[in-house]
C-alpha cells in the first residue's frame, strides 16, 4: 500500500513551460502598461501570490478540522491538502517582494495610507493600524507563523506511528494549534494585504468572506489534483465516494460563499452610508468590474448550483473535474475584484484630495435615498464642482494636466465612466497560467516528501470502507 509520488521529468517540463509563460506575463504587463508606477504589474502579482497562498493555509486548516473532528473519511486524501501548501514559501517571497516594492516606493498598492499626505486623511485608530513599520512586522509574522508551524503540523499528521496513543494526542494538540493561529491571521491579513488597499473602506465580514473564497478554491485544486494522481496509477484506494465528499465540501462552501457576498453586498447598499457604498459604485462605475462581479456570483453560485448538487454528478470524474476547474477560476476573478480596482484608478494629485473628498460623500450615495435627500446631496455636488472649476481656471497649464489624473467618477447624469488602468486579458491569463504552474510544482514537490498514504492512519481502515448512502 505504500506509495510515493515521483515528479517526473515530463511534468517538471510542463510546469516549467507554464511558469515561463507567466514570466512573459509579467515582464509584459511591467512594460507595457507603465502608468501608476506600474500598477497593472503589481496588482497581478499581489492578486496570485495571494490567492494561492490562501489555497495552501486552507489545506492545512481542513485536515486539521477534521482530526480534531474525529474525521476517518479524510485518511486517503489527507497527503493531497497536505501539499496544497507548498506554495506558502513561495508566497512569503512574493509578499517580501512586494513589501520592498512600497518602501522603495515602486508601486502604489497602499499608497493611500503609506503616502504622508493621504496617512494624514485616516482615522487616528487606523493610523496605528496601518503604520507601515507595524504592517510589515504583522505580514512577516503571518509568513513565518505559517511557515514553521504549517511544517510542524503537516509533520505532526505524517507521523509513521501515528496510531501510538501519545503522537495520536499530539498530532491533535498541533492541529488545534493551528486552527487558532488560522483562524486570526487569515483574518488580519485579509485586512491587511486586501481591504487596506482602500483604507477607508471596511467590512465586518470581510475574513471570512476571503476565507470562502480561497477555500472553494481549495477544494477545487483538491478534486482535480486527486483525479490527476488516480490517473498517473496513484491513489488506488481513492475511489467516488471520497471525491463525493470533497465535491460535497466544494458545493457547501459555494453556498456558504454566496451567503457572505449577498450579505455584505445587502447591508451596505441596505445602509446607504458612503464609507461603505463607495467600494461598489466604483467597481459598478467601470464596466470591466461590472462584468466580472456578476460574471464571478454566477460560476461561484449559480453554476454549482445548477451542476455539483445532483449526487451523480459529484461522482463523476469528468464532470466534477470540469466544475472544480470553472469555479477556480470564478473564484480568481472574486479576487480580481478585490484586489484590482483601487491600484488601478488614476493617481489623485495631493493638491486636488479636499476636492475630491468633498464631492465624495455626493458621489458615493445609492438610488435608496428618498428625493428630497438625493437632490439636496445633487446641489451640494453642482456647487463643489463650480466651486472646483472656479479654481481649476487659476491653475497654471501643469496643474491642468495634473488634475487630467484625477479619476472621473461616473454619476446618474450621464458623466464618463471612471478611468482605470486594470484590465482581463492576455497578460492576466498568462500570469495566472504561471502561479498555477508554481503552485502545482510546489504542490507536487511537497507530495513527493512523503508516502501518499499513512498506513499507520488510526483511520485508515474507516476511509477504505467509507462510502456515501443515499439521503
Same mark, same amino acid.
Given at each position: 500500500?505504500?506509495?510515493?509520488?515521483?515528479?517526473?521529468?515530463?511534468?517538471?517540463?510542463?510546469?516549467?513551460?507554464?511558469?515561463?509563460? +507567466?514570466? #512573459?506575463? &509579467?515582464?509584459?504587463? @511591467?512594460? $507595457?502598461?507603465?502608468?501608476?508606477?506600474?500598477?497593472?504589474?503589481?496588482? /497581478? !502579482?499581489?492578486?496570485?501570490?495571494?490567492?494561492?497562498?490562501?489555497?495552501?493555509?486552507?489545506?492545512?486548516?481542513?485536515?486539521?478540522?477534521?482530526?480534531?473532528?474525529?474525521?476517518?473519511?479524510?485518511?486517503?486524501?489527507?497527503?493531497?491538502?497536505?501539499?496544497?501548501? +507548498?506554495? #506558502?514559501? &513561495?508566497?512569503?517571497? @512574493?509578499? $517580501?517582494?512586494?513589501?520592498?516594492?512600497?518602501?522603495?516606493?515602486?508601486? /502604489? !498598492?497602499?499608497?493611500?495610507?503609506?503616502?504622508?499626505?493621504?496617512?494624514?486623511?485616516?482615522?487616528?485608530?487606523?493610523?496605528?493600524?496601518?503604520?507601515?513599520?507595524?504592517?510589515?512586522?504583522?505580514?512577516?509574522?503571518?509568513?513565518?507563523?505559517?511557515?514553521?508551524? +504549517?511544517?510542524?503540523?503537516?509533520?505532526?499528521?505524517?507521523?509513521?506511528?501515528?496510531?501510538?496513543?501519545?503522537?495520536?494526542?499530539?498530532?491533535? !494538540?498541533?492541529?488545534?494549534?493551528?486552527?487558532?493561529?488560522?483562524?486570526?491571521?487569515?483574518?488580519?491579513?485579509?485586512?491587511?494585504?486586501?481591504?487596506?488597499?482602500?483604507?477607508?473602506?471596511?467590512?465586518?465580514?470581510?475574513?471570512?468572506?476571503?476565507?470562502?473564497?480561497?477555500?472553494?478554491?481549495?477544494?477545487?485544486?483538491?478534486?482535480?489534483?486527486?483525479?490527476?494522481?488516480?490517473?498517473?496509477?496513484?491513489?488506488?484506494?481513492?475511489?467516488?465516494?471520497?471525491?463525493?465528499?470533497?465535491?460535497?465540501?466544494?458545493?457547501?462552501?459555494?453556498?456558504?460563499?454566496?451567503?457572505?457576498?449577498?450579505?455584505?453586498?445587502?447591508?451596505?447598499?441596505?445602509?446607504?452610508?458612503?464609507?461603505?457604498?463607495?467600494?461598489?459604485?466604483?467597481?459598478?462605475?467601470?464596466?470591466?468590474?461590472?462584468?466580472?462581479?456578476?460574471?464571478?456570483?454566477?460560476?461561484?453560485?449559480?453554476?454549482?448550483?445548477?451542476?455539483?448538487?445532483?449526487?451523480?454528478?459529484?461522482?463523476?470524474?469528468?464532470?466534477?473535474?470540469?466544475?472544480?476547474?470553472?469555479?477556480?477560476?470564478?473564484h480568481y476573478l472574486d479576487f480580481f475584484n478585490m484586489v484590482m480596482p483601487e491600484p488601478n484608478f488614476p493617481v489623485v494629485e495631493h493638491h486636488a484630495?479636499?476636492?475630491?473628498?468633498?464631492?465624495?460623500?455626493?458621489?458615493?450615495?445609492?438610488?435608496?435615498?428618498?428625493?428630497?435627500?438625493?437632490?439636496?446631496?445633487?446641489?451640494?455636488?453642482?456647487?463643489?464642482?463650480?466651486?472646483?472649476?472656479?479654481?481649476?481656471?487659476?491653475?497654471?497649464?501643469?496643474?491642468?494636466?495634473?488634475?487630467?489624473?484625477?479619476?472621473?467618477?461616473?454619476?446618474?447624469?450621464?458623466?464618463?465612466?471612471?478611468?482605470?488602468?486594470?484590465?482581463?486579458?492576455?497578460?492576466?491569463?498568462?500570469?495566472?497560467?504561471?502561479?498555477?504552474?508554481?503552485?502545482?510544482?510546489?504542490?507536487?514537490?511537497?507530495?513527493?516528501?512523503?508516502?501518499?498514504?499513512?498506513?499507520?492512519?488510526?483511520?485508515?481502515?474507516?476511509?477504505?470502507?467509507?462510502?456515501?448512502?443515499?439521503?
Open positions: 500500500m505504500t506509495e510515493r509520488f515521483e515528479l517526473t521529468g515530463g511534468l517538471r517540463k510542463n510546469l516549467y513551460i507554464m511558469i515561463g509563460i +507567466g514570466l #512573459v506575463g &509579467l515582464v509584459g504587463a @511591467f512594460f $507595457l502598461y507603465p502608468e501608476n508606477h506600474h500598477s497593472r504589474f503589481w496588482s /497581478n !502579482l499581489l492578486l496570485n501570490s495571494y490567492f494561492f497562498t490562501g489555497i495552501g493555509i486552507f489545506g492545512i486548516f481542513f485536515v486539521a478540522a477534521n482530526t480534531l473532528g474525529y474525521s476517518g473519511w479524510i485518511a486517503v486524501v489527507k497527503r493531497v491538502l497536505l501539499s496544497l501548501s +507548498g506554495f #506558502v514559501r &513561495l508566497g512569503a517571497l @512574493f509578499a $517580501l517582494f512586494i513589501i520592498l516594492g512600497m518602501f522603495a516606493h515602486q508601486h /502604489n !498598492l497602499y499608497d493611500h495610507w503609506f503616502d504622508k499626505h493621504h496617512y494624514a486623511e485616516l482615522a487616528n485608530t487606523k493610523q496605528f493600524f496601518l503604520n507601515p513599520l507595524f504592517w510589515t512586522s504583522r505580514v512577516v509574522v503571518y509568513f513565518l507563523l505559517w511557515i514553521l508551524v +504549517g511544517d510542524r503540523v503537516i509533520k505532526a499528521f505524517s507521523e509513521p506511528n501515528s496510531n501510538n496513543k501519545e503522537v495520536y494526542k499530539k498530532s491533535k !494538540l498541533w492541529a488545534a494549534l493551528w486552527i487558532v493561529i488560522f483562524a486570526v491571521t487569515e483574518s488580519f491579513v485579509s485586512w491587511d494585504m486586501i481591504m487596506s488597499t482602500d483604507p477607508h473602506w471596511y467590512s465586518t465580514l470581510f475574513g471570512w468572506y476571503n476565507f470562502a473564497s480561497y477555500g472553494c478554491a481549495a477544494f477545487a485544486f483538491s478534486i482535480l489534483l486527486t483525479i490527476f494522481l488516480k490517473s498517473k496509477g496513484y491513489l488506488a484506494q481513492v475511489n467516488e465516494n471520497h471525491i463525493h465528499d470533497l465535491g460535497k465540501f466544494l458545493f457547501a462552501f459555494s453556498i456558504f460563499w454566496t451567503y457572505l457576498w449577498f450579505s455584505q453586498f445587502m447591508l451596505q447598499w441596505y445602509g446607504n452610508i458612503p464609507e461603505d457604498t463607495k467600494y461598489w459604485i466604483k467597481r459598478f462605475d467601470v464596466p470591466l468590474f461590472k462584468v466580472t462581479i456578476f460574471l464571478a456570483l454566477a460560476l461561484n453560485f449559480l453554476f454549482p448550483l445548477l451542476v455539483i448538487l445532483k449526487r451523480g454528478n459529484k461522482r463523476n470524474f469528468k464532470v466534477i473535474g470540469t466544475a472544480a476547474v470553472v469555479i477556480i477560476f470564478g484630495a479636499a476636492h475630491h473628498a468633498s464631492v465624495a460623500k455626493a458621489d458615493y450615495t445609492l438610488l435608496a435615498e428618498n428625493k428630497d435627500v438625493a437632490a439636496e446631496a445633487h446641489t451640494e455636488k453642482v456647487e463643489v464642482v463650480a466651486e472646483v472649476a472656479h479654481e481649476s481656471a487659476a491653475h497654471s497649464d501643469a496643474n491642468h494636466e495634473a488634475a487630467h489624473s484625477t479619476p472621473a467618477h461616473h454619476d446618474a447624469h450621464g458623466e464618463e465612466p471612471v478611468k482605470t488602468y486594470a484590465g482581463l486579458g492576455l497578460f492576466e491569463l498568462m500570469i495566472l497560467t504561471g502561479f498555477v504552474g508554481a503552485f502545482l510544482l510546489a504542490f507536487f514537490d511537497r507530495l513527493s516528501k512523503e508516502p501518499l498514504i499513512n498506513e499507520s492512519d488510526p483511520y485508515l481502515k474507516e476511509s477504505l470502507r467509507h462510502h456515501v448512502e443515499y439521503a
